[in-house]
């Protein structure tokens, strides 16, 4: 008999997890953990803020195991832990960098050099820079596997508010983008 992984029984893996398991939370971990870093690599915009921020999160997740009711998914939870960890990080982030007073760096020039999908990706980290932040954190969660309700629930607004503020983030990339 096989190990259960999270599509097997969500449920057996908390229980030992809870219990200091390190290999079940590794099980409930691995599932979410890449969705995780997207979402707070979105938010901090730095790959190294990025990776604090999903060290915070597991972290945290670890150690509020027992504080997770299961009335959302597993995964649902985790994201707006995510969510808060990478706004964490990148306020302590702007706090240091006003405090060092950097001067601003000029923008890399996509268009001399860089593959097209590397290109595609500043382009869109851009036109993402451009949308109110929360569209941009609505929108995050929910391509980030969220649901309407599950983005909603964790940005404590209603489920209309959600569907907007997805709506109009779309239709704004699109049209920064350069899309139909």
Same mark, same amino acid.
């Given at each position: 008999?096989?190990?259960?992984?999270?599509?097997?029984?969500? #449920?057996?893996?908390?229980?030992? +997890? *809870?219990?200091?398991? =390190?290999?079940?939370?590794?099980? &409930?971990?691995?599932? @979410? /953990?890449?969705?995780?870093?997207?979402?707070?690599?979105?938010?901090?915009?730095?790959?190294?803020?990025?990776?604090?921020?999903?060290?915070?999160?597991?972290?945290?997740?670890?150690?509020?195991?027992?504080?997770?009711?299961?009335?959302?998914?597993?995964?649902?939870?985790?994201?707006?832990?995510?969510? #808060?960890?990478?706004?964490?990080? +990148? *306020?302590?982030?702007? =706090?240091?960098?006003?405090?060092? &007073?950097?001067?601003? @760096? /000029?923008?890399?020039?996509?268009?001399?050099?860089?593959?097209?999908?590397?290109?595609?990706?500043?382009?869109?980290?851009?036109?993402?820079?451009?949308?109110?932040?929360?569209?941009?954190?609505?929108?995050?969660?929910?391509?980030?596997?969220?649901?309407?309700?599950?983005?909603?629930?964790?940005?404590?607004?209603?489920?209309?508010?959600?569907?907007?503020?997805?709506?109009?983030?779309?239709?704004?990339?699109?049209?920064?983008?350069?899309?139909?």
């Amino acid at each position: 008999m096989s190990a259960p992984t999270v599509g097997d029984d969500e #449920n057996i893996l908390l229980g030992a +997890a *809870r219990a200091g398991d =390190a290999e079940a939370f590794r099980r &409930l971990w691995a599932p @979410v /953990e890449r969705r995780a870093f997207g979402l707070c690599l979105h938010l901090t915009d730095n790959r190294a803020d990025a990776l604090d921020a999903l060290q915070e999160t597991q972290i945290a997740v670890w150690r509020n195991l027992g504080r997770f009711e299961g009335r959302a998914p597993f995964a649902a939870w985790v994201m707006v832990i995510a969510r #808060n960890s990478a706004r964490s990080v +990148a *306020r302590r982030v702007r =706090a240091a960098r006003e405090d060092l &007073l950097f001067p601003e @760096v /000029e923008p890399v020039d996509v268009e001399s050099g860089f593959d097209e999908t590397v290109a595609g990706l500043v382009d869109l980290r851009r036109a993402l820079a451009t949308l109110p932040a929360s569209h941009k954190e609505a929108l995050l969660l929910w391509a980030g596997g969220l649901t309407y309700e599950q983005t909603a629930a964790a940005l404590q607004v209603p489920l209309n508010t959600v569907r907007v503020w997805i709506f109009r983030a779309r239709k704004a990339l699109r049209e920064t983008l350069g899309r139909p």
